[in-house]
T-cell receptor, first 119, second 118 residues
Framework: GAVVSQHPSWVICKSGTSVKIECRSL??????MFWYRQFPKQSLMLMAT?????????EQGVEKDKFLINHASLTLSTLTVTSAHPEDSSFYIC???????????????FGNGTRLTVT | GDSVTQMEGPVTLSEEAFLTINCTYT??????LFWYVQYPGEGLQLLLK?????DKGSNKGFEATYRKETTSFHLEKGSVQVSDSAVYFC?????????????????FGQGTILTVHP
């Protein structure tokens, strides 16, 4: 149980275009979803937190107009990288907290990540 | 702010060797501590966790003890297998609040690549 599906697993796009990444909880309701970015040989950096039906909370230094997050339903969150540039190339990972996990010390469930390359 | 520091990798071991991956943290408040593992081509998954001082988390032969006095949560396994080859992430979670909603915010270490040879 607690499967998170992330699509696409990899995407190549041209500079200036926008890319949408989907994160779905397949067998549970995700009240909270988190989006992370991972640079090579570096840690996962939290970009934003989204709760279903409300605006995402972005971490300091993350451009909210560049990284649009929508959590329209209890099973789907999307991250749209707008007007992508080569420096946005990275590995993006979503994770979700299940509706039965009320505590902050409950584990998160992760998608397999999306490798974005902007040419 | 919160931070997690892991020993640098990669770590290369022979099968049945003893494994230690060091992890230390700084946090405001009283964090919960986790080890996540990422197998090749897969997403991160929880390996073990501990939520209070002196707790020992264990799973699949791996262990880690929450040491508040040394702010550490080192991962150990007595005898590694080839199938343990993966990237291991130490992480902490503290309670955070936004818009009236409480949630746990995970802070990760940089990850340690483990390769086990037959």
């Amino acid at each position: 149980g607690a499967v998170v599906s992330q699509h696409p697993s990899w995407v190549i796009c041209k500079s200036g275009t926008s890319v949408k990444i989907e994160c779905r909880s397949l067998d549970f309701q995700a009240t909270t979803m988190f989006w992370y970015r991972q640079f090579p040989k570096q840690s996962l950096m939290l970009m934003a937190t989204s709760n279903e039906g409300s605006k995402a909370t972005y971490e300091q230094g993350v451009e909210k107009d560049k990284f649009l997050i929508n959590h329209a339903s209890l099973t789907l969150s999307t991250l749209t990288v707008t007007s992508a540039h080569p420096e946005d190339s990275s590995f993006y990972i979503c994770s979700a907290r299940a509706h039965w996990d009320r505590s902050y010390n409950s584990p998160l469930h992760f998608g397999n990540g999306t490798r974005l390359t902007v040419t | 702010g919160d931070s997690v520091t892991q020993m640098e990798g990669p770590v290369t071991l022979s099968e049945e060797a003893f494994l230690t991956i060091n992890c230390t943290y700084t946090a405001t408040g009283y964090p919960s501590l986790f080890w996540y593992v990422q197998y090749p081509g897969e997403g991160l998954q929880l390996l073990l966790k501990a939520t209070k001082a002196d707790d020992k988390g264990s799973n699949k032969g791996f262990e880690a003890t929450y040491r508040k006095e040394t702010t550490s949560f080192h991962l150990e396994k007595g005898s590694v297998q080839v199938s343990d080859s993966a990237v291991y992430f130490c992480a902490l979670s503290t309670e955070a609040n936004a818009g009236g909603t409480s949630y746990g915010k995970l802070t990760f270490g940089q990850g340690t690549i483990l390769t086990v040879h037959p």
